[in-house]
């Protein structure tokens, strides 16, 4: 961990950004609690998030399951896929991640197989950090945590490593939610789990993390979106997969050039872009990067990483994919859902074409009161789903195997109001603990010749918006300031009252936690006087002061989170 980011952990614990998790028993890797002011800024994160995908985008939200049965891992590819690699030391057993063990020597080494890795350790000479000894053999580990669904060990459940699946298995019920019509967008935020091999880096690679997911569900044939006109002229510093070099260029330009592969992902790319900025990330410290062909998922159409400029080098804090249809076909081949669109001809069409037939007569003696939902499976399946004779159908979760007295495939003509079409999936996925450690970084501001620190939080995230203060808790000056205090808290902008210490202390307590505004009542503001039923209000980054009338207070404030300069006042 470098100085700066061992200086910023340390504030953090310190002023209840975050605590190290169970702390008075040693700690546990990767897990950490929010304190008090932590919870506020990562709720504004999240609502910021919430702002743009709901409000202005007019997505719908959910809140899914953590522990999900062992078939959904099995059809999301997570409980064949879902592994990194991992090293023991031969010496002292300490386990690594054995592509982080040669990422100084070799870029992206986690396309690397076991043997290439194992290989890399004897050419660069790596050992184990912890003691020197020689690493083992590199073999995979699964990063899910397992558990059980209700007692003994009948049915296998594990944690869940994102949110995204909760709303692919709720397809079908959101689906009929949004009237059957397209493109549907759907976010959830919440806990995933991933049992992290061994987690460094503080808040960037965690055991229990929050994930702000976004799934927009569209037509496949149609990767368009409304309001592209809107952003297409503005620019984003990308790193193409094809030069690997940085490079500017509008959004517009983006997608002529093929650079991004549809107008839907490149508007959510520069989305993103909006929100990380919008809750201060600092745009010359923030870089989208193309996923590299051997690091591309084989479904994905397309795959872009927000990198940040962080003390731990350049880290990704938002992933946005085009995932293709791979998610929704898979759960529909393991459910034996239908999980299409109905997508509406302007004018019906005569089609010739080969459908499976359900044989009802031989359904009902063989499945008696599950003939039903055996036929609808059957007649849901196509032509190419017959395979030597036999046609495999899953009904509530069983597969069952069919031959030629079950079913038949036959030749008709039909008319046709559509056509069924899978949707495919857009998903800005974000990262929601480290935009919440990238927003502190990029707001920690540290003067070593006068030992102070300022966190230039953007007023939308700091978890105080106002401190108050009386010059002295005495002579009618702490009533007045705390009704100002009331007045502003009540409007729901989180204020703080402090009235011990210097007004320098005060204000160095504030600045420290990233507070934009901090107003004092002092005798002017109770005395006869021209300053009578006036306050000073300081601005933390200009450290400009100004008299405010305490009738404006409350407008004032709000001006100022709604964007008014603090010069313009």
Not at 2 to 8: F, I, P, Q, Y
Request: charged share 30%.
């Amino acid at each position: 961990m470098s100085d700066n980011a061992a200086e910023l952990m340390a504030l953090c614990k310190r002023r209840g950004f975050i605590y190290p998790s169970f702390e008075i028993y040693g700690g546990v890797a990767g897990m950490y609690d929010y304190g008090p002011l932590g919870c506020i800024l990562k709720n504004n994160i999240v609502e910021a998030w919430r702002h743009i995908y709901k409000g202005r985008e007019g997505f719908i939200e959910i809140d899914s399951e953590t522990v999900n049965p062992r078939d959904v891992f099995k059809a999301s590819g997570h409980l064949d896929n879902f592994s990194d690699l991992i090293t023991y030391c031969t010496k002292c057993q300490a386990p690594f991640r054995a592509d982080h063990m040669v990422k100084e020597f070799i870029d992206n080494p986690d396309v690397l197989s076991p043997k290439e890795l194992e290989e890399a350790f004897v050419k660069y000479g790596v050992k184990c950090p912890e003691c020197g000894g020689e690493l083992g053999p590199v073999d995979e580990f699964n990063l899910m945590f397992k558990t059980y669904i209700g007692p003994g060990s009948a049915r296998i459940g594990y944690m869940r490593p994102e949110t995204a699946q909760g709303i692919f298995v709720n397809y079908t019920n959101l689906y009929r939610y949004n009237r059957e019509r397209l493109p549907l967008g759907v976010l959830q935020t919440g806990r995933s789990y991933r049992n992290e091999i061994a987690p460094r880096q503080g808040m960037i690679r965690m055991r229990e993390f929050n994930q702000m997911e976004v799934e927009l569900f569209v037509d496949p044939e149609d990767k368009d979106w409304a309001r592209f006109k809107d952003i297409e002229n503005e620019s984003l510093d990308l790193i193409p997969n094809t030069t690997l070099q940085l490079t500017t260029m509008t959004v517009k330009e983006a997608v002529e050039k093929g650079v991004i592969a549809n107008r839907v992902l490149a508007y959510f790319v520069y989305t993103t872009k909006q929100l990380l900025t919008t809750l201060g990330i600092d745009p010359k410290r923030l870089r989208f990067r193309e996923h590299e062909k051997d690091e591309m998922a084989h479904y994905a159409a397309d795959c872009w990483d927000a990198e940040v400029l962080l003390s731990y080098g350049w880290t990704e804090i938002v992933g946005i994919a085009d995932r293709g249809s791979w998610d929704l076909s898979r759960h529909a081949q393991f459910s034996g859902q239908d999980m299409t669109h109905f997508k509406k001809y302007d004018v019906p069409k005569e089609v010739e074409m080969d459908k499976v037939k359900a044989k009802n007569k031989a359904l009902g003696p063989r499945f008696k009161g599950k003939a039903k939902d055996v036929a609808a499976a059957i007649e849901s399946s196509k032509p190419e789903d017959v395979k030597d004779g036999k046609l495999v159908v899953i009904v509530d979760g069983e597969s069952i195997e069919l031959d030629s007295e079950s079913f038949e495939v036959v030749h008709v003509k039909e008319k046709i109001a559509g056509d069924r079409v899978i949707p495919h999936v857009i998903e800005p996925s974000h990262g929601l603990d480290r935009i919440f450690y990238s927003v502190l970084e990029h707001a920690y501001d540290h003067d070593d010749k006068e030992d102070y620190t300022v966190l230039h939080l953007a007023p939308v995230v700091a978890p105080i918006k106002v401190g108050v203060f009386p010059l002295m808790e005495k002579d009618g000056l702490d009533d007045v300031a705390k009704q100002i205090y009331d007045d502003i808290h009540r409007s729901n902008a989180e204020a703080y009252y402090d009235g011990s210490g210097t007004i320098g202390k005060r204000y160095a307590r504030m600045d420290e936690i990233g507070t934009p505004w901090c107003i004092t009542v002092d005798y002017e503001t109770v005395e006869d006087g021209p300053n009578r039923g006036t306050v000073t209000i300081r601005d933390r980054d200009s450290k400009e002061q100004k008299r405010i009338k305490i009738d404006d207070v409350k407008n004032i404030i709000d001006r100022l989170l709604s964007g008014s300069d603090f010069a313009t006042i």
